[in-house]
């Protein structure tokens, strides 16, 4: 179990590189929310992602 939430924490981090490098361009700030809409995939980190928890997850 650890294992994988620190696999899932990598991806996040490897996900942010390229949104931290357009938010850094001139215009980024404007140009960054229109792509995390219009791209098919999702480059918010998972903490940011809506997911209902399970009973069994607030119990732990």
Known sequence: EEKQK???QLIDVA???PALAIFALPGGGI???I???VLPFNILPSSFQ????SQQE???
Do not use: A, G, H
């Open 6 to 8: 620190v696999q899932e």
């Open 15 to 17: 996900k942010s590189i």
């Open 31 to 33: 140009l960054l929310p």
């Open 35 to 37: 792509l995390i809409k």
């Open 50 to 53: 809506d997911e209902p928890v």
């Open 58 to 60: 607030l119990s732990q």
